[in-house]
T-cell receptor, first 110, second 110 residues
């Protein structure tokens, strides 16, 4: 059963903590993406990776970091430097122009 | 600046009505345009993808059109059903960059 999985579904973070959001895909897609979604706004690109061991900053990369050590995995770390991290985070992968999305992780800062 | 706008932000219709959702974009040098559906708290599900060389795509009760020269796309939903209630987002791809509209929240009343 192919697709994109994200975990956890809900995540709570205390001020000053780093947290890591997981994204795994078994679609054999080279390109993977992380987006942030806030109410009433379109998705904004945080980071993307076109190939293993390579990634690029998106529009709002400050306070976030990623790694791409395996084709299947593209974890996102939300660092304490991100001042307003409460949002819905979506991971996606792409092939032949189609973009596929995971179910999302809702991060809340306590 | 590449911006994508969706109007209206919210729409409520009675069951059975045909309806049109609008998407406009400022830069017409697009690679493709994709319409997504998002249910509350969930990821995005791809509905239709239109390549830049195409004028429209159809899937069941859905028809998406593209007018690149005027920077517009429409999503036509025929014979709407309560199960169509969701937020519909359009996304425009420019090479490796994808720009999202903020979405139209559709409610179909029984």
């Amino acid at each position: 059963d192919g697709g994109i999985t994200q975990s956890p579904k809900y995540l709570f973070r205390k001020e000053g903590q780093n947290v890591t959001l997981s994204c795994e895909q078994n679609l054999n897609h080279d390109a993977m993406y992380w987006y942030r979604q806030d109410p009433g706004q379109g998705l904004r690109l945080i980071y993307y990776s076109q190939i293993v061991n390579d990634f690029q900053k998106g529009d709002i990369a400050e306070g976030y970091s990623v790694s791409r050590e395996k084709k299947e995995s593209f974890p996102l770390t939300v660092t304490s430097a991100q001042k307003n991290p409460t949002a819905f985070y979506l991971c996606a992968s792409k092939t032949s122009g189609f973009q596929f999305f995971g179910p999302g992780t809702r991060l809340t800062v306590l | 600046k590449q911006e994508v706008t969706q109007i209206p932000a919210a729409l409520s219709v009675p069951e059975g009505e045909n309806l049109v959702l609008n998407c406009s974009f400022t830069d017409s040098a697009i690679y493709n345009l994709q319409w997504f559906r998002q249910d509350p708290g969930k990821g995005l599900t791809s509905l239709l993808l239109i390549q830049s060389s195409q004028r429209e795509q159809t899937s069941g009760r859905l028809n998406a059109s593209l007018d690149k020269s005027s920077g517009r796309s429409t999503l036509y939903i025929a014979a709407s059903q309560p199960g169509d209630s969701a937020t519909y987002l359009c996304a425009v791809r420019y090479n490796n960059d994808m720009r999202f509209g903020a979405g139209t929240r559709l409610t179909v009343k029984p």
